[in-house]
């Protein structure tokens, strides 16, 4: 008889949310984590960067307090400091997770789990890391197997790893990945990101603020390129305002080492860069390595993803998988959603996953966070479309809170006004996108957001004025000239 009704491999916002729901369906279940629970969310991505960048946030208010009538004098910071207070953080949570599976029942079994069937694995022990001592993060081969375990379903939730550039130079000392970032003791001086979508823009954002020379190589014609158009262009005036060199339409051709990383850039801004450190943030590619896949039958595509439906079943029978492994969207939010909804059909409960409406965020400065479809998108999916923007600057709160740099832009349906799209630049943009989403959800059209009384004064009036503007029946900005 099998150990477990069910067993998930991994335990980050897919894997332990999957649990936790698996459990409280009357499941009994195991989780295998080679880590600290939390997975790269909570140990190496949203939670970590995140800490780090309220930090800069402050750095940087504090050092503008004068504007606010506030005097703080030799304003300073300490990055040891700073990466304690996140590594605090991290624990906190990581610990809280632990907890919550304990609480609901979750069995946790540490190590390294390998399929030895499609719904049996052998759990390996697992080293300590080379580069952070105490963390498996890149421990070597796992070691003999100590324990075999059998399940009735079994969910891989093993997420993504940084991917590594093909170019000369790229394992050189000095050259890094997201992951690698949070070893670095110090602020380099001169830093160059390869990739300006959202991992990069956030480390060349956090990093400028503490004092380095931030160079951004970005191979397509804009900063996060995945964003609207008027999203990454606006993003890269901002960088440019602070000092941040963005080079677009460009590459890294290689690395060489000398007194310093000698970086060699391609293409129509062609020059030689001289950093301290390489942050390569240039996407991420699935965790699978060593999990024997290929003896529990699991298929995978071309990129290496394992394909699912939309209840998570991948073409094993009892085998489901979930969060970054998947490719649908490597986020946490959509993770911990394919969780939830894996955990309920295997428990017999009707459920599917709908794509349809996914919001994102990007933690730079300013902040960008978007849901729907783009300008271009929904041009090419054939929308005849209405767009409306509104800046911040014409609202009053964002003027009391001191920044006022970005705006909202609305893509609706021309003949129904039926939102299409939200895309926001600009203070708080991740929490304010929200409203986006179930705008979306709900077949809201711009009248119905323009009639829907929003709080004064507030970031979120922002919402009701973008969709007065789509009207054509702005208030606080002036009427486009016929």
């Keep these: 008889m099998p150990e477990f009704d069910l067993l998930v491999v991994g335990g980050g916002p897919g894997g332990y949310v999957a649990a936790i729901r698996a459990a409280q369906r009357g499941l009994s279940v195991g989780l295998v ?3 600290r629970p939390g997975g790269v969310c909570l140990n190496w991505g949203c939670i970590p960067t995140k800490a780090m960048l309220r930090s800069a946030e402050v750095f940087q208010t504090v050092s503008a307090a004068a504007d606010f009538g506030v005097f703080a004098d030799n304003v300073r910071f300490d990055f040891a400091a700073v990466r304690q207070r996140k590594d605090g953080i991290v624990k906190e949570l990581t610990d809280g997770v632990a907890g919550l599976l304990k609480a609901n029942g979750v069995t946790i079994i540490e190590g390294h789990a390998r399929f030895t069937g499609p719904t049996t694995v052998e759990v390996h022990e697992v080293g300590a890391s080379p580069i952070f001592p105490g963390g498996p993060r890149y421990a070597a081969a796992p070691t003999t197997p100590v324990r075999q375990i059998g399940a009735r379903d079994v969910i891989v939730a093993t997420g993504s790893v940084p991917a590594r550039l093909p ?21 380099p001086r001169r830093l160059v990101v390869v990739g300006g979508s959202a991992v990069g823009a956030e480390w060349a954002s ?58 060699t850039v391609g293409g129509p801004q062609a020059r030689e860069l001289d950093a301290d450190v ?35 079943r991948t073409g094993v029978e009892h085998v489901y998988a979930i969060g970054d492994v998947t490719g649908r969207a490597l986020l946490a939010h959509v993770a911990s959603h394919q969780g939830l909804t894996a955990a309920d059909v295997i428990a017999g409960h009707p459920a599917h996953i709908d794509y349809t409406v996914i919001p994102a965020a990007t933690f730079t400065h300013p902040e960008i966070a978007s849901v729907g479809l783009t300008e271009e998108r929904a041009r090419a999916a054939g929308h005849e479309v209405i767009t409306a923007k509104f800046p911040f600057a014409a609202l009053g709160r964002p003027k009391t809170f001191g920044d006022t740099e970005g705006f909202m832009k609305i893509v609706a349906g021309q003949r129904h006004q039926e939102v299409l799209g939200v895309h926001i630049i600009g203070p708080s943009a991740s929490d304010l996108i929200t409203e986006g989403a179930l705008a ?27 969709a007065l503007t789509g009207l054509g029946l702005p208030v606080h900005i002036a009427p486009r000239k016929r």
Excluded: C, Y
Aim: charge should be negative.
């Design 167 to 187: 170019i000369p130079g790229a394992d050189l000392p000095g050259v890094i990945t997201s992951d690698g970032a949070f070893g670095l003791t110090e602020v």
């Design 33 to 35: 984590e080679k880590e």
């Design 206 to 263: 956090l990093f400028a603020t503490f004092g380095s020379e931030v160079t951004i190589v970005e191979l397509q014609d804009r900063l996060v390129p995945l964003e609207d158009k008027d999203i990454g262009v606006a993003l890269g005036r901002s960088f440019g305002k602070r000092g941040i060199s963005v080079l677009t339409g460009s590459t890294v051709e290689s690395i060489a080492q000398g007194d310093a990383l000698r970086v």
């Design 440 to 466: 979306i959800s709900l077949e809201a059209t711009l009248d119905e957001l323009a009639d829907t009384i929003h709080a004064h004064p507030t970031l979120g009036e922002i919402g009701m004025e973008a």
């Design 278 to 312: 390489v942050l390569v943030g240039v996407g991420r590619r699935p965790n699978t390595a060593d999990l024997g896949l290929d003896v529990a039958g699991i298929t995978t595509d071309a990129r290496g993803f394992i394909e699912v439906d939309d209840q998570l």
